[in-house]
């Protein structure tokens, strides 16, 4: 079955320090990744994605996520967290084979401590 | 970039009155748009997607007569939660696909938040 994971319900992180909200995947054929931040109330907003190439994917509002497919994950990362940043973080496979669709993961609330 | 409008951004409505949700994008045709339900704390759960012209493609369990959805156009879709109950209520979430690629990122609209009496 394909499946996309968030083991953390919430990451705390203060504020100027790096965060990392984790994701792995498990999808057959060639996954497209994507991470996406909902605010309160609100839609989702795209960050970024990796389909393919270089593995680190540099997107919006200085988030950057690092495809491993040995470890078929696919991180998000930020070096230094603004309190801004506090929001739901959903990340996302697109699946090239079967079913092709999206899947989500059950999202991670991040929150930066002033 | 891409814009994707969702009117209206909350409805109260009675029990067994049918409520319809707008999913418009404004600056690019989606052939394809997705219609998600997402519960408090919860992963969006795909409802359907719809493709302009044609039947929307159903999710398992997720009952048609109740969710009727409407593609007619490249730049409109709508839900229309038919008879609602209380249990209905939950926040509604379009997205719509920007080019012909099925990678391609989701514009999302910013949610429809329904509340049942």
């Known amino acids: 079955a394909q499946s996309v994971a968030q083991p953390e319900d919430q990451v705390n992180v203060a504020e100027g320090n790096p965060l990392t909200v984790k994701c792995t995947y498990s999808?057959?054929?060639?996954?497209?990744l994507f991470w996406y931040v909902q605010y309160p109330n609100r839609g989702l907003q795209f960050l970024l994605k990796?389909?393919?190439?270089?593995?680190l994917v540099k997107g919006s509002y200085g988030f950057e996520a690092e495809f491993n497919k040995s470890q078929t994950s696919f991180h998000l990362k930020k070096p230094s967290a603004l309190v801004s940043d506090s929001a739901l973080y959903f990340c996302?496979?697109?699946?090239?084979?079967?079913?092709?669709?999206?899947?989500f993961g059950t999202g991670t609330r991040l929150k930066v401590l002033a | 970039g891409a814009v994707v409008s969702q009117h209206p951004s909350r409805v109260i409505c009675k029990s067994g009155t049918s409520v319809k949700i707008e999913c418009r994008s404004l600056?690019?045709?989606?052939?394809?748009m997705f219609w998600y339900r997402q519960f408090p704390k919860q992963s969006l759960m795909l409802m359907a997607t719809?493709?302009?012209?044609?039947?929307?493609?159903?999710e398992q369990g997720v009952e048609k007569d109740k969710f009727l959805i409407n593609h007619a156009s490249l730049t409109l879709s709508t839900l229309t939660v038919t008879s609602a109950h209380p249990e209905d209520s939950s926040f509604y979430i379009c997205?719509?696909?920007?080019?012909?690629?099925?990678?391609?990122?989701?514009?999302f609209g910013s949610g429809t938040q329904l509340s049942v009496l």
């Open positions: 997205s719509a696909i920007s080019g012909t690629g099925g990678y391609e990122k989701l514009f």
């Open positions: 999808v057959s054929g060639n996954p497209y």
């Open positions: 990796y389909i393919t190439g270089d593995n």
């Open positions: 996302a496979v697109y699946s090239t084979s079967g079913t092709y669709k999206y899947i």
């Open positions: 600056d690019f045709q989606a052939t394809t």
């Open positions: 719809s493709n302009e012209g044609s039947k929307a493609t159903y």
